[in-house]
């Protein structure tokens, strides 16, 4: 283990990352799979302590810059305080970024400070498992444990890092977008549940979306609803078309780091449903590179991800051919009917402001561009 690139990586909060570190650890040795409870600013151990065949574990972490000779009071004050916190605890897992040094005495490998910080430990009824450098090393090579190693040793950007780029791509996406329109004190908002809990059902299904409407008639507010209803139970991946004009397929996913289509397909590939999305899809018409929609939609399909499409109403049938003739990949279309000018009466007598008499500029405020204007 390289304890510098620890060191780099997680510079300025050392101690905070190898408590990080040493909690998934102390889970993983005792098969945890749930995580322990713990209080804010909890005393003693770390968390409260675990039971196991009638035993009671706990753990502390230590991240020394000083030598563990130098800290013997801080680690018997943890055994005292532990104990006195928790009197059901048997077993103390002390997680140290350091190692002991031998002792010199011929009779003896302990040093004296470690005599007597166990000494401490039996009379207290604790007994210690030291957790030192040469433990830590092992634990991190084990394959269950490579996560845990990526996290806090990795330099090179890994699957975190991707999952969070795309979260943060969505994010910023999405944070402009509206769904309500404001209006002195009061919101005018169209309840679209139905509308999103049907391209849920269909997403679940597997099957490729095209939404399609005017342009400003709440594609995009729908699309974001959808998210933020269900982006914390499925992946969702969002991209504007436009953004799919390049001249490789890796550069879509050079958000942050230099990731690949391939890294984008395996750090998912253990989905059962997942959804990507291309927003404004009419834009995809003007993509130069022909080689990226053919590589991205039938690999997308391959990996079983269903797409959702957003388009004006005038690209529908285009897109529509497109997705059945060269991909195969027929497309369930649903429709954003302009609001009726029953609603449009709802709103303005319940908000107090006047519609226009003229029914072509009636026709135009029942797109929600104009409404808002």
Known sequence: MNWKAFEVKNEHKEAW????????LFCSELNNHIGLFRYKNQAGVETEPIEKDGKYYGFQSKFYTDTI???KKDLIDSIRKSKAKNPQLNEIYFYIN???????????????????????????????????????????SLPKNEYIKDLFFNLE?????????VFKHNEQLLGAIQTEIVFGTEKIKIDRSDLIESIANISLEGKNIIISGEGGCGKTSILKEFYNTYYKN??????????LNVSHINDIFHIEHKFTFVDFLNIYKDET????????????????????????????????????????????????FLLKENFQ???????????????????SDKLSFSLPNNRKFIERLSNLFYLRE
Not at 157 to 165: G, M
């Open 17 to 24: 990352a190898f408590e990080q570190m040493s909690y998934l």
């Open 69 to 71: 000779s130098k800290k």
């Open 98 to 140: 350091q190692e002991f040094s031998e002792s010199s005495s011929k009779n003896s490998k302990k040093p004296q400070y470690q005599l007597e910080i166990e000494k401490v430990a039996e009379q207290e009824g604790i007994t210690i498992q030291w957790r030192v450098r040469s433990h830590l090393e092992l634990q991190l």
């Open 157 to 165: 950007p890994n699957k975190t890092d991707l999952i969070d780029e």
């Open 234 to 243: 499925i992946p969702i991946c969002i991209f504007k078309a436009n953004e």
């Open 273 to 320: 449903v997942k959804t990507f999305v291309i927003d404004s899809a009419e834009r995809l018409a003007e993509i130069s590179n022909n080689d990226i929609l053919t590589t991205l939609i039938p690999q997308l399909k391959e990996n079983n991800w269903n797409i959702i499409f957003t388009t004006r109403n005038v690209y529908l049938n285009d897109l529509s």
């Open 329 to 347: 990949s027929p497309s369930e279309v649903t429709c954003i009917p302009p609001i009726d000018t029953e609603r449009l009466k709802i709103f």
